[in-house]
């Protein structure tokens, strides 16, 4: 029963997308591109401080559920339409309760149902099992971007698409990524569309991960899909930022990966040299994942990076929909 519940929930989200408010003037409205410089960094940054403040929220623990409250809270306090959603599913321990957190910020017009699809991605939950572990870049600082990025999405007014904002739990696995381990939270989302049937409409989902880096270093994986690498790339040249943004030398397994195997656009952007040294990844799953490493301007890089994706993909959608 309760695999289906994700699916309720997206389904609720979906109808509140497409047509349970107050109708809209049937007059067109003109998408006017979001300024990158509106994004707040410190803001995103604040964010991911305060969801380290939280403790370990590793995945079936009553520390994930208070960060999913958490981050539930924030972005009812954004103003984003959004809900808690609890499902449960096998790990190598048994059933295990998941919590993820759905948001929605429904395109304009009676269009909605029938408007693109673009998802922003991140999942909240730490790697179990490390004593000391703070989780402030793996999972902290992106979901510190996507909390702010999802206000600046939905304080730009009227948008010719509509945009879910996810917060997964259950990423980490807890022994081996396997059908049973890891990925949970993606992979029911992914599964939610493809049920309700609105896969086709979904043009891009863009996984953040890893982000927060003082060093930045943004490794796109290659199983990321090569026309939305190309816009970040160029999104990046205009920031004045490429040099921080490479392609990884393979594949990678992260919450990109179910909606890629779903048929859907998808990236992850991970930053997966977080070291000591240029190129090294020694930070990542140990005690020495602190805020401390972090920086508000590499945030402050990545998500403008975003918002000039979003603006792209957001401009070829109205022109669609004239």
């Known amino acids: ?12 989200l979906l109808l509140v997308a497409s047509g349970c408010r107050p109708a809209p003037s049937p007059k067109a409205t003109v998408f006017r591109p979001i300024a990158p410089r509106v994004l707040d960094a410190d803001n995103a940054f604040a964010e991911a401080r305060a969801l380290v403040a ?7 623990t009553p520390g994930a559920r208070q960060a999913a409250g958490h981050l539930l809270v924030r972005l009812q306090a954004a103003g984003v339409q959004s809900t808690l959603d609890a499902f449960t599913d096998e790990t190598p321990d048994g059933k295990t309760t ?18 693109p699809w673009i998802f922003l991605g991140s999942h909240f939950d730490t790697k179990s099992g490390l004593g ?12 510190g971007l996507l909390l702010e990025l999802a206000r600046v999405l939905q304080a730009a007014g009227p948008l010719p698409v509509n945009i879910g904002i ?31 049937r609105r896969a086709d409409q979904v043009r891009a989902v863009i996984i953040l991960d890893m982000i927060g880096d003082r060093d930045l270093t943004v490794t796109i994986p290659r199983n990321s899909t090569s026309d939305l690498t190309a816009r970040v790339f160029r999104a990046a040249a205009a920031e004045k930022a490429r040099d921080k943004f490479a392609l990884m030398t393979g594949a990678l397994l992260d919450d990109h990966q179910p909606f890629l195997e779903a048929g859907m656009p998808a990236i992850d952007l991970i930053d997966f040299e977080y070291g000591s040294a240029p190129g090294r990844n020694d930070y990542w799953h140990t005690p020495q994942d602190t805020l401390a490493k972090l920086s508000a301007e590499s945030l402050g890089i ?21």
Not at 54 to 60: D, E, I, N, T
Not at 302 to 322: F, K, P, Q, W
């Open 302 to 322: 990545v998500g403008r990076v975003v918002i000039r994706v979003l603006n792209d993909l957001m401009m070829e959608a109205a022109r669609v929909t004239r």
């Open 1 to 12: 029963m309760t695999r289906y519940l994700i699916l309720g929930v997206l389904t609720g």
């Open 166 to 196: 996810a917060f997964f739990d259950g990423e980490e696995c807890r022994r081996s990524y396997t059908a049973r381990d890891g990925l949970h939270g993606s992979v029911h989302a992914a599964r939610a569309l493809c049920l309700n």
């Open 132 to 143: 000391g572990f703070e989780g402030a870049n793996d999972s902290a600082s992106s979901s």
């Open 54 to 60: 939280l403790g370990p929220r590793a995945a079936g």
């Open 98 to 115: 998941f919590w993820n957190v759905m948001g929605v910020i429904p395109a304009a017009g009676r269009r909605s149902a029938k408007a």
